[in-house]
């Protein structure tokens, strides 16, 4: 079977294919008299090892609305909590005659060690620091339909880039794209491997956002470094906080984006998350529906005797 563990794994017009898939969904769902029955008697797991609000509830909603039985395991309430490993969990989803698995872990490189013993195909809903290749393809999607194109635009990346699954994804993404892309963080959470990327690196935010088009933010990852890579996050938000005088620097039309869930004041203010002109964030959650049902169609072809990518 084909997986989707990462951007990385993917050409540039197999991005563009599913984002392409993607677009006829967005049109769908807003028209809500049409359902789609193209995953019918298909068992779809989403199991969950951390926490999650978007992307649980997205592809719950995504496989439903192509007629797929969705069933959710939270860690939280499963057997994990009796010590049980990962590999006999995915082996018991397995058992069960699961027809996709979406999985989301706290160590990276755990979803490619389930792809590599269940018997159909897994999608990555995050693990670790690693990729989060659903949140990527559905922020290209928005910037796509929302500028007109990917290639070329000036895309700023700022935060906890060391941390964020979403900003390796994104920076995959983007730059196969052909963006620009620029990442910015305090150079504590700028991953080293940086350099070995197709992106120009900054700690100075009010110079990075010169001539943007996106700015795209991310949330300090407190759950993974213990508030040890910070002074502050009074003093994080006056360096790195988007606020609307610091959005000046950026192109007047320039589009703000946020993964969610946001912590407000810290990487960004109310004022602009909340400023609907000029604010992206809602419309990604949107985004992401279409595009997790494009990845479950797309991936469950080969398996439901369709042809296909996969
Ligand atoms: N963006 C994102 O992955 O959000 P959740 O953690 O709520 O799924």
New binding site residues.
Partial sequence: HRHLTGIAGLQPHEIMFLLDEAEQWVERNRDRAKSDHRLDGITQINAFFE??????LSFEIAGKRLGADVVNMHAAQSSVKKGETLIDTAMTLNAMRADVIVIRHGSSGAVQLIADKVNCPVLNA?DGWHE?PT?ALLDALTIRRRRGDIAGQRIVICGDVLHSR?ARSNMLALTALAAEVRVVAPSTLMPAAVDRMAVTPFTDFDAALEGADVVMMLRLQNERMNGAFIPSTREYHLRYGLTPERLQHARPDALVMH???MNRGVEISSEVADDTARSAITEQVEMGVAVRMACLDVLTRRARGVEGWA
């Avoid at 926490?51 to 649980?56: A, D, E, F, G, I």
């Fill in positions: 926490n999650s609000t978007r992307t649980l995050g989060h949140q979403v993964p969610g869930p």
